[in-house]
């Protein structure tokens, strides 16, 4: 695992894609995540932007990812509930049920081989288009050192 790698693409990544209105993305956090790892190795949040949460935080969304009821249960980001509205080989979409935006909010959390990123972004499916080109982008990069 190259961390150097990964923080030095998150940063380059995260300050043209995070934050701003005119960014694809309001928030988004890099969790170190290995399902086939043992389970006393916990998941860690490796980098975060536009968010503040600490690791308990998301332990009941660690325990959602690994339970693997992506359909049928709802988790939690914060105070967000979110339902997931479609699923893909190593990511999937979800939207916020308990917002009080009228475009609505939304989630996108992709899986690498060492991490999960998850996304957040405001607005309908213009801006989930977006938030996923951002998305994949930063998953490409992290491939290509296989991380």
Known sequence: MDWGFAH????????????SSSEPLKAAMLLNYDPTGPSRLLSTISEQQGLKLKPVELSSFLDYIK?????????????NQYMVT?????????RCV???KAAGEGAIVMQTTSFLLVALYDG??????????????????LSRRSI
């Open 8 to 19: 030095r693409t998150w940063e380059k990544w995260a300050t043209t894609n995070i934050g």
């Open 67 to 79: 339970r693997n009821n992506l359909q049928t249960e709802c988790f939690f980001i914060g105070p």
């Open 86 to 94: 479609s699923i893909h080989e190593n990511w999937f979409c979800a």
């Open 98 to 100: 308990n917002t009080s």
């Open 124 to 141: 309908s499916i213009g801006s989930a288009s977006c938030a996923m080109v951002a998305v994949d982008q930063f998953a490409w990069q």
